[in-house]
């Protein structure tokens, strides 16, 4: 008996330090060697000015950040993207599934929901006709069901990748360069410390939509592969926290949040959808979603610019531009109200 014990024990000490090995080496290996000084100083060279204001909130959002569980890179961004065929895609995904899907340059692709659950970014590298290549990242974050795309020049001479540094803020994913090490809430989209602090991200629309819209409308589309490099439950039950699709939502269709926002204002239930459109200066417009697809079109203010978002049943997602020039696309994306006014308490409502 003591035998069969000692060697149960054994065994399971075993599991143990392999894991920890494995766990070891991938973050070791996904995370930046140390800083040089020659990105330090191109930081230095072009760094933004920030407003007393501005530099009082960013440093309280760091203040503010808390572990969401895992360490840095324990949620493990995927670097090097394969694709299958929309044919393939039938073959496992269901008609209403959530896809974040990109049409960006040379890329047209849905990235399932049930994958980026588990993975929250995943870095592509796009290859352009003038063969310069370009670093973008499809980040989702699931606690605040928002899906950003950003560019990944930091400078004009530093083009990055990211990851997942564990941390949050206001439930929301907080993202860390490997160029620089700095933090970007993936909401605010600007650097809360490091090199990069103050800085702002270019951004792409990404469109949440379902499977079944976005193939109808791109039947060509690409579809990131479950053939990721990681072992995960990418199956219709899979996702940890809940489901958009099935009867029992969890933390989806709950009102309860995991960790406590820094601002909150209840005129909403904390996880109503609005359709969020900011810029650098922090001016903040929230529109109601469902006040959206029933008007189909809003005019508002966006700080001293006039902002027409239209919406496109097709997808059911949207478009926002400056009305007095309809090529100047603004981002907008679908956020949670908590974490929205979290972020923009000055926020204007249009309900």
């Keep these: 008996m003591k035998t069969f014990l000692s060697g149960r024990i054994f065994l399971i000490l075993i599991i143990i330090v392999s894991i920890f090995v494995v766990y070891f080496f991938m973050n070791r290996s996904s995370r ?20 007393k204001e501005e530099d009082d909130f960013l440093r309280l959002l760091e203040q503010n950040a808390v572990s969401g569980g895992p360490g840095k890179d324990g949620i493990p961004a995927i670097e090097k993207p394969q694709y299958t065929t929309a044919s393939e895609g039938n073959k496992w995904l269901q008609p209403n599934d959530i896809v974040f899907g ?23 590298t796009l290859r352009h006709d003038s063969g310069q ?44 360069d490997r160029a620089s090490d700095s933090y970007w809430p993936q909401i605010l989209g600007k650097a809360i410390n490091g090199a990069a602090y103050g800085r702002a991200l270019e951004e792409f629309p990404i469109v949440w939509t379902t499977w079944e819209r976005w193939k109808k409308k791109y039947p060509n589309t690409k579809v990131l592969s479950r053939e990721t490099g990681f072992v ?18 969890g933390y989806y269709g709950s009102d309860s949040v ?28 929230a529109i109601l979603k469902e006040s ?38 603004i981002n907008s994306f679908d956020a949670m109200w908590f974490a929205w006014v979290a972020f923009y308490p000055d926020t204007k409502l249009i309900q």
């Design 32 to 51: 930046p060697s140390e800083i040089s000084q020659e990105v330090v100083d191109s930081f230095k060279r072009t760094a933004p000015t920030v407003s």
């Design 133 to 176: 290549a370009e670093k973008v990242a499809i980040t989702y974050c699931p606690l605040t069901g928002t899906a950003i795309g950003f560019k990944g020049a930091i400078v004009e001479s530093i083009s990055s990748t990211f990851g997942v540094s564990g941390k949050l803020v206001n439930s929301n994913l907080i993202m860390y």
């Design 102 to 124: 990109v049409d960006y340059s040379d890329l047209v692709a849905a990235y399932p929901q049930r994958i980026l659950v588990w993975h929250e970014i995943a870095n592509e």
């Design 258 to 285: 995991l960790f406590h926002p820094i601002n909150e204002n209840k005129i909403l239930a904390p996880k109503t959808v609005v359709v969020g459109i900011r810029d650098e200066k922090r001016n903040a417009v």
């Design 232 to 249: 995960r439950n990418y199956n219709e039950n899979g996702d940890p926290y809940g489901s958009y699709i099935r009867d029992d939502k």
């Design 292 to 329: 959206l697809r029933r008007q189909k079109t809003i005019e508002t203010k966006l700080g001293e610019k006039t902002i027409v978002v239209t919406y496109d049943p097709d997808l059911d997602f949207h478009k926002a531009h400056i009305k007095e020039n309809p090529g100047n696309i």
